[in-house]
């Protein structure tokens, strides 16, 4: 009997402040140009490199993840709330663990490239699973010569290779590159300064609800 083939599932991690259509629209394209069944949309409680200051409560960015996601395989979470987990290189590992039977795939943008070097234990994060860079407009140059990047380029890969579903290793750095979206949540914060309100229809204290904790997994994944 054949086992089944490993859910390849892609990992987006933001504060989606709020979420937007750039962000559907780099997943869509990081899925097919990958191969991915499905993408997850790790939406932050609170991201340590970033102000708190205009940040959106949780159940507001967690409910424009999920209008944005909409007839998409793409699933808004916010299961680094449930794991207790504050930083990326944690939340992966937690993950890694948790779903044995899933291969995973890291999605950033180059602008989070850029970065790289000030997250924690960046290199233990790379090693932890592929991670695949969508070009964002403004940070392509920052973005390669960064000091993450110096370290990565030694373990560039291509997107066939996580298409053909193998056992691969990590670090492998996959590089993608598509027309650029200008979309950016910080214009449509300035637009709309209220934006949370409205998702939440007023409610601030509106339940937070998480799709991936009741979404129905096929039974070898059950732990």
């Known amino acids: 009997m054949r086992a089944n083939p490993p859910v390849l599932t892609g990992l987006l991690g933001g504060s989606f402040n709020p979420a937007h259509g750039g962000h559907r629209r780099i997943t869509l394209f990081a899925a097919e140009a990958l191969g991915l069944d499905e993408t997850w949309w ?36 916010a299961i680094e709330q449930q794991l207790g987990t504050r930083y990326t290189v944690d939340t992966l590992a937690r993950l890694v663990r ?7 795939v890291w999605l950033m943008g180059s602008d989070n490239l850029a970065q790289l070097h000030r997250w924690k234990d960046w290199r233990r994060l ?69 934006w949370a309100e409205d998702v939440l229809g007023g409610d601030r204290q509106a339940p937070l609800r998480d799709r991936l904790t009741f979404r129905t997994l096929r039974p070898e994944e059950e732990a």
């Open 42 to 77: 790790l939406v932050s409680p609170g991201n340590p490199l970033k102000p708190q200051a205009g940040m959106a409560p949780l159940a507001a960015r967690l409910l424009s993840a999920r209008k944005q996601a909409r007839r998409a395989r793409i699933v808004p979470t």
């Open 98 to 104: 948790r779903y044995p039977k899933r291969r995973f």
């Open 126 to 194: 790379a090693r932890t699973m592929p991670i695949a860079v969508v070009a964002r407009p403004g940070y392509d140059r920052e973005a390669m010569t960064s000091p993450a990047m110096a370290w990565l380029r030694r373990h560039d890969a291509s997107a066939a290779s996580i298409r053909k579903r193998g056992r691969w290793s990590a670090p492998a750095l996959v590089l993608l590159r598509f027309d650029p979206d200008h979309r950016s949540a910080t214009a449509l914060r300035r637009a709309n300064a209220g």
